[in-house]
């Protein structure tokens, strides 16, 4: 079975793990440091935050924004779960807003109109690692105190208008969990420029610990210490950090195959009847996941027809608003829900062949023929 996604991980990354392995300190340390100044300098962020999921990021990141019990958080329902869980983790309210079908991202003409007295952020979601029409969210927002708490958590190694995601804007949130452009095994960061909220992330995501951080980045633990404010134990690892750290050398490698299997695939699928190939920007787009649209209810034909063939799908997401926990945030979103019953995930990593590749175009072609 040809798989939807898979890691590419190596010598390099145990070779990495085994330095951390020789010091004896396997938790928050030296490697997360120099993990974070690796992401600063490749995102050109004032300030980075490492964390342990990219889950753990979306919500520390809307708390240390002050969002809480009564507020709205406006969020696309076509993403993963993780997006909706933080707010309502927080006691918060997810507004859910539409996308546009052409590129899964959100439509920011449908977030203006969602926009309340009680509205205090807005998550937008960077689907398959293209970015979203930032200028128009910001523009949106104008003098408002709102918040935008990014969800990049497809789209590390993207770009907006020649400027790294991450690099702009109040907080933009990632995940290095094992199936993305950059694994950790699992981990998050928290990209900001304001650093006051930043030092409040910093002391959160270890339980709340004021002037603790800074001895264990030198690998060293002081008697002393001072519970300041709510926490958590989010911190990322020195064995996690490690991971990230090797695979930082293979990232434009990664990023370059992925793109030239989406060439391949927008090539092959462009014209077919009954498919349609999302709108990509590739200049500036590191590849995620490979989402086509499937019309005329023939969705799930296509998925048992691929597995026969022993191709892999995915479905990227069920929208949320359509699941019972989140019943009570539900309103109705017609474009969401048509593009959810049309949305199919294929192969798409690092280490496909080009045969493998082949196989999934053959047979999606297969299936189309007249």
Sequence with gaps: MIQVSRPSIGVEEIREIEKVFSTGWLGLGSTVYDFEKELQNFIGASNIIAVNTGTSA????LEAYGIGPGDEVIVPALTFCASIQVITALGAHPV????KPETLNVDVTDIENRISSRTRAIMPVHYCGQACDMDSLFQAIGKRDINIIEDAAHAFGSSYKGKRIGSFGDATCFSFDPIKNLTCGEGGAIALSNRLIAEKIRVKRILGIDKDTWHRYKNE??????VTTQGYRY?????SAAIGIAQFKKLDAFISRKKEIVRRYNCAFSTIDGLRVLNWNLKETAPFTYIVRVLGGRRNALIDFLKNKGVGTGIHYIPNHLHPFFKEFATPLPI?????????TLPLYYEMTDDQVSIVIDSVLEFFKP
């Design 336 to 344: 969401t829900e048509k593009t959810g019953e049309e949305i199919l």
């Design 96 to 99: 859910f807003c539409e996308i």
């Design 58 to 61: 979306l919500h520390i990141a």
């Design 221 to 226: 633990r002081a008697w002393f210490y001072e």
């Design 235 to 239: 911190h990322m690892s020195n064995i």
